[in-house]
């Protein structure tokens, strides 16, 4: 898809490129990550790279490092996205939103043995695998309940995307794919 963009465009700039990437090339990328997402090093790499080298292509960004390409493009890495998207879903999943009979299992914190966090906090499901602890439960169960009270109460999903990218706003793994 990167290859067609590049071809039928001759001057793309910092301007129009993050519009042409994020309509044609992230979809592509993004593509059922809520099942499949990659957690290996060289997964995560491998698919990183093709945002990596396109922002390369960006007349006088090939010289600028890969972070702060991103940063000048308003571009999230594509690790971070994910992480967006899994927190989105969880989200949904605790509001009810979706079928109850269709969910995969989420057990709650009881009450009475929570000191710190908000109301909604989960217990990761075990899991003898490294599968196992990369399953969609497993994963998001960590940064879900480090949210704070008020991006967590959320009454909307839009309200909660907005809350959660201001609570992501100086968090350093938004620009850098390998922390």
């Not at 592509?28 to 922002?55: F, G, M």
């Not at 390409?69 to 009810?96: A, C, S, V, W």
């Amino acid at each position: 898809m990167w290859g067609m963009i590049r071809r039928n465009f001759k001057n793309i700039d910092h301007n129009i490129f993050p519009l042409l990437f994020k309509s044609l090339v992230r979809p592509h990328l993004e593509y059922a990550n809520i099942i499949w997402s990659p957690y290996t090093k060289a997964q995560i790499i491998d698919i990183e790279s093709v945002q990596r080298s396109a922002t390369k292509q960006i007349p006088g960004f090939y010289d600028i490092p890969y972070t702060e390409r991103l940063q000048i493009l308003k571009l999230l890495t594509l690790k971070h996205r994910r992480r967006r998207g899994d927190l989105i879903e969880f989200y949904k999943m605790m509001t009810n939103i979706y079928d109850e009979e269709v969910l995969p299992e989420i057990i709650r914190l009881p009450s009475e043995n929570q000191t710190r966090g908000h109301d909604f906090r989960v217990i990761r499901p075990l899991s003898n695998s490294n599968k196992g602890h990369n399953r969609f439960t497993s994963r998001v169960v960590n940064d879900w309940n480090k949210l704070p009270d008020h991006v967590v109460n959320a009454t909307t999903i839009n309200s909660f995307k907005n809350r959660l990218d201001e609570y992501f706003e100086n968090d350093p793994a938004v620009y850098n794919h390998e922390l």
